[in-house]
């Protein structure tokens, strides 16, 4: 018998894109499954598109509910999912035919696959993922396993994974909608503490549409502390799990390291950019932070786009006029730049 897996699926503002979303899920070659749909107090005409949906598909169960954001449309999908596996996507992606069958094909609390990045409207694709697909049960094989999909930067969100829901009611694992940013990763993080088997598996069905005009967390400028927020839960649970799986992987560290000193570059770049109107005392607050908890990361870390170079060297500098000034003069150049050219 086939266990049924709820995909859920989070909807906000999403008109344009929600149909091919829809239609790509239906269109799945693995027959046992639910469509969970969150309208998320949609402004545009989404909820009326779910509703006809639903209306003629009976997979598909419409929800509404007041907006409260996508940790809430989630965790309202998996109060009402009833399928032995949960599986994700976004409103405004895709998926290939064989998305679930797929993720079925290797038996584990948690398959992660890889994913396909499609630029519209180019059309032009990179595959994101494995040469191979691997399980991994004890501690140390899931540790390494999980250092490896960090590194491969396939952890970061739900939508190319699979998931053993009961795991996730038994420890009460829900999206944390307190962070506006990340919180996708944390749920993942949260679930491999208590998961007993991981895989990768070489294939990369999802499809993330990269739209240059989409108003997508990507496109648009995020408030530092909700990115500094973020490193530092992300860091905590990484910690956590090196600990507990007994993680020994040199690379893993310096991979640690500096994704989380481009997390604090990006937090002073949103602090001091025109868009976040900081006043000079809770920017200068904020820099004295770094320098009490991440001074010396931040300034020996070496894969960083030029921007975050030239920061880092601000930064070294350790005087108030200085580097506040010359790392006010940085971001809001770049984004002179990026508007005018």
């Known amino acids: ?24 899920v ?38 509404h509910q ?19 596996y949960i599986a994700f996507v976004d409103a405004d992606d895709r998926v290939t035919p064989t998305y679930l069958s797929h993720l079925l094909s290797t038996p584990a609390d948690l398959v992660i696959a890889g994913i396909t990045l499609l630029h519209e409207p180019s059309g032009r694709t990179e595959s994101h993922g494995f040469d191979r697909t691997r399980s991994a049960r004890t501690d140390c094989e899931r540790g390494l396993l999980f250092a490896d999909a960090e590194i491969h930067d396939t952890t970061k969100g739900p939508c190319n994974k699979l998931f053993r829901r009961e795991i996730i009611e038994q420890h009460h694992l829900r999206f944390d909608p ?18 007993h088997s991981i895989a990768q598996i070489a294939h990369t069905d999802y499809l993330y549409i990269h739209r240059p005009t989409a108003a997508s967390l990507t496109h648009r400028l995020l408030p530092y502390k909700a990115l500094s927020a973020y490193a530092r839960e992300a860091y905590a649970l990484r910690q956590e799990l090196i ?6 992987n040199r690379e893993y560290d310096r991979y ?55 920061m880092k060297i601000a930064l070294r500098w350790k005087r108030r006029p200085w580097t506040d000034g010359t790392l006010l003069l940085l971001s809001r150049g770049k984004e002179w730049i990026k508007k005018h050219f």
């Open 1 to 24: 018998m086939n266990p049924l897996i709820s995909v859920i699926i989070p909807v906000y503002n999403a008109e344009q894109f929600l149909p091919a979303c829809l239609d790509s």
């Open 256 to 310: 640690l390291l500096e994704e989380r000193a481009h997390l604090i570059y990006q937090s002073i770049y949103a602090l001091y950019s025109a868009e976040g109107h900081y006043p000079a005392d809770e920017r200068w607050a904020f820099i004295e932070e770094v320098y009490r908890c991440d001074y010396d990361m931040v300034t020996t870390a070496t894969r960083l786009p030029l921007i975050f170079q030239l």
């Open 26 to 63: 239906l269109h799945q070659d693995y027959p046992s499954f639910e469509i969970l749909v969150i309208d998320d107090g949609s402004t545009d005409g989404s909820a009326a598109l779910i509703d006809r949906y639903a209306a003629r598909e009976p997979r598909i169960v419409a929800l």
């Open 178 to 195: 307190r962070y506006s940013y990340g919180e996708d990763h944390l749920f993942v993080l949260e679930f491999v503490k208590h998961c």
């Open 66 to 84: 007041r907006n409260a954001g996508v940790s809430a449309a989630r965790n309202r999908g998996l109060t009402e999912a009833r399928g032995e």
């Open 243 to 248: 600990a507990r799986l007994g993680i020994d």
